[in-house]
């Protein structure tokens, strides 16, 4: 289990590594990247600076875990987020299960990263051409996060 | 009691946080929220929209019917655009 909340970059290939090194009971990991985009509504980005709480961000990514952990099989979880200044490609999240079995790990990947944009205390500041703002929440969002509702 | 602020609450209000002594006629968060917003004009506008005033106690998110105590950590935030 790991749950790491940090400013530095993060390397996929080496995360992925040491997600199944030694473990031949894991039969399928998915791995979800998320990035910095150069548009959004419309307008150029520049620049994104995540802001987080520090203690509620870690406690709510441990419980999110352990949910995805109560309802699938997983031999591993692994979730890292960044905060502070990003430009456009930077990697901002990485979600990575490991399970036997392959809809085991879609799944719970997948419901990592949903309840994750829901519940996770980050909040997006982007500079765009017409100054900063900061990111609104997307109904989209809840409606993904919902559908995982028991 | 320790209220912190978070993203544009944060810079509505001007503060990260502030601690303040909670009056004993406020038990619910609702009730703080209200308080709150009668400490200056910019505690009022930033707070006027309680739809997207989200509420944290003790590092869990609550709706504005939940009990507060003096100890409680106190977190009020936009809703979250993480991941």
């Known amino acids: 289990m790991a749950i790491r909340v940090q400013a530095e970059d993060f390397d996929v290939g080496a995360e992925y590594a ?30 994104m600076t995540l802001e987080h709480y520090p203690g509620m961000t870690e406690k709510q ?16 979880v692994l979730i890292i987020h960044r905060y502070g200044r990003l430009e456009p490609g ?3 999240v990485l979600v990575a299960t490991a399970s036997a ?14 309840w994750l944009k829901t519940k996770a205390p980050f909040w997006k500041l982007e500079a765009t051409p017409d100054g900063e703002r900061w990111v609104e929440a997307k109904d989209s969002d809840d409606s ?7 | ?31 703080l929220v209200d308080w709150l917003k009668t400490r200056s004009a910019k505690h009022a506008e930033a707070l006027a929209n309680s739809k997207v005033v989200k509420v944290a106690v003790n590092q869990e998110h609550v709706p504005y019917d939940h009990p507060i105590e003096p100890g409680d950590e106190v977190a009020l935030f936009p809703p979250v655009t993480g991941g």
């Not at chain 1, 990514?61 to 591993?76: C, H, K, N, S, Y």
């Not at chain 2, 320790?2 to 609702?30: H, N």
Request: some cysteine; hydrophobic content about 45%.
């Open chain 1, 18 to 47: 040491a997600l199944t090194r030694g473990r031949t009971s894991v039969g399928g990991v998915t791995l979800f990247s998320g990035l910095v985009r150069d548009m959004a509504g419309g307008a150029a980005v520049s620049a």
């Open chain 1, 61 to 76: 990514l441990e419980a999110i875990e352990a949910e995805a952990r109560r309802r699938w099989p997983l031999d591993d």
């Open chain 2, 1 to 31: 009691m320790k209220i912190f602020y978070f993203a544009w609450l944060r810079t509505k209000i001007g503060v990260p946080s502030e601690t303040i002594d909670l009056p004993a006629e406020v038990k619910t968060v609702g009730a």
């Open chain 1, 144 to 150: 993904a996060a919902a559908r995982w509702d028991p």
């Open chain 1, 90 to 92: 930077d990697q901002i």
């Open chain 1, 101 to 114: 079995h392959r809809d085991a790990a879609f799944d719970s990947c997948r419901f990592l990263i949903d």
